[in-house]
């Protein structure tokens, strides 16, 4: 028996607050008669709290996407580690000290995508924003072996196949810039 019934009409509010402040407020309403006829809709606070702004993805995350997180969490996993001008001494540099390598870590708390070490280094030297079929970074995903002797693929280390599953979230990422 299910005792959660409600008349077409019924509306209902959750209201998500961060530190005293009012963040989002999302409403169901019941429209249809049968048990899955629900709409819902997410409304956004303005700074100063006075308005929300109806936006159907709700409020985004400071720390980014899904898809932003999952595509930065894949280099920081398989390239941080080489790609990192803070990476302790000794052993082979991936990075070039000079500043113009790739740096693919993510340090904590990094506020916004925007401001890690991999947007400001990645964008637009080594991915072309919206266009992953020419974004280096992709390609070099994309490989796996060498060209003239220089090991194309990266990973550089522990990999004789292409993750197709991070490739294609990775390049999700890049198409969505």
């Known amino acids: 028996m299910d005792d959660w019934q409600f008349p077409v009409g019924t509306k209902l509010w959750k209201e998500f607050v961060r530190d005293g402040v009012r963040v989002e407020t999302r409403l169901l309403q019941k429209v249809g008669p049968g048990p899955d006829e629900w709409s819902g809709v997410a409304y956004v606070w303005t700074e100063d709290e006075t308005d929300a702004l109806a936006r159907p993805e709700g409020v985004v995350d400071a720390r980014g996407t899904p898809l932003e997180q999952a595509a930065l969490g894949l280099l920081h996993a398989n390239c941080g580690h080489c790609h990192n001008s803070r990476r302790p001494a000794g052993g082979s540099r991936c990075f070039d000290s000079a500043g113009t390598s790739i740096q693919l870590w993510l340090p904590v708390g990094a506020s916004r995508p925007q401001d890690t070490p991999a947007y400001r280094t990645a964008i637009p030297h080594f991915v072309r924003p919206g266009d992953p079929d020419d974004s280096w970074l992709i390609e070099r995903f994309s490989s796996r072996g060498s060209i ?30």
């Open 148 to 177: 003239l002797g220089y090991r194309e693929q990266m990973p550089l280390l522990g990999t004789e196949e292409v993750d197709v599953e991070g490739l294609n979230t990775r390049r999700r990422w890049v198409e969505s810039l």
